[in-house]
T-cell receptor, first 118, second 113 residues
């Protein structure tokens, strides 16, 4: 059983550059979530997808952030014009959703992508 | 809005001691789910347990046990006979409506040999 995978595991970039992260969920899971975790804090929700539809976005997701899940499988998170405050661990999780508004399913997390903006 | 508070930022114990990690949550919803995750030094969040708001039975899994009390809005986690491998950051989380998780700030547990 393959878990959630994320690439790259580490990314170092200069301020102002664009970066893109990829997440591959567990194969039969139709829900996919993105979280951000800064040092010493708990993860904070960014956005989530049910299949290819983006159903919710946090106010943390500024206009510089965009997420896609084009075919309901893998997802990408892009950050444009990176700032030093974007330095964090970006976590992806997936779950077997039973439909909109259904009971919560357990979210399984990937290893994360650690972003450092210089 | 939902909120999860883990008042203990760091706990240090000696191996074989029992330790309890506290979690207090806030929500106005009557249907919700509570979770505990473990984050070892490698960084990946590992699921430990899920509990729904209608099930207040305590649960035991090996050396781990969980105490859910709606009256005090608490969902505490106890490790019995702690081991060095238990050293990690532990997160309590809350979910309402079946989507996003709201995490607490985490408790760093250090188990010394």
């Amino acid at each position: 059983d393959t878990g959630v995978s994320q690439n790259p595991r580490h990314k170092i970039t200069k301020r102002g550059q664009n970066v893109t992260f990829r997440c591959d969920p567990i194969s039969e899971h139709n829900r996919l979530y993105w979280y951000r975790q800064t040092l010493g804090q708990g993860p904070e929700f960014l956005t989530y997808f049910q299949n290819e539809a983006q159903l919710e976005k946090s106010r943390l997701l500024s206009d510089r952030f965009s997420a896609e899940r084009p075919k309901g499988s893998f997802s990408t998170l892009e950050i444009q014009r990176t700032e030093q405050g974007d330095s964090a661990m970006y976590l992806c999780a997936s779950s077997l959703g039973l439909g909109q508004g259904a009971i919560t399913d357990t979210q399984y997390f990937g290893p994360g992508t650690r972003l450092t903006v210089l | 809005a939902q909120k999860v508070t883990q008042a203990q930022t760091e706990i240090s114990v000696v191996e074989k001691e029992d330790v309890t990690l506290d979690c207090v949550y806030e929500t106005r919803d009557t249907t919700y789910y509570l979770f505990w995750y473990k984050q070892p030094p490698s960084g990946e969040l590992v699921f430990l347990i899920r509990r729904n708001s209608f099930d207040e039975q305590n649960e035991i899994s090996g050396r781990y046990s969980w105490n859910f009390q709606k009256s005090t809005s608490s969902f505490n986690f106890t490790i019995t006979a702690s081991q060095v491998v238990d050293s990690a950051v532990y997160f309590c989380a809350l979910s309402v409506g079946g989507n996003m998780l709201t995490f607490g700030g985490g408790t760093r547990l250090m188990v010394k040999p």
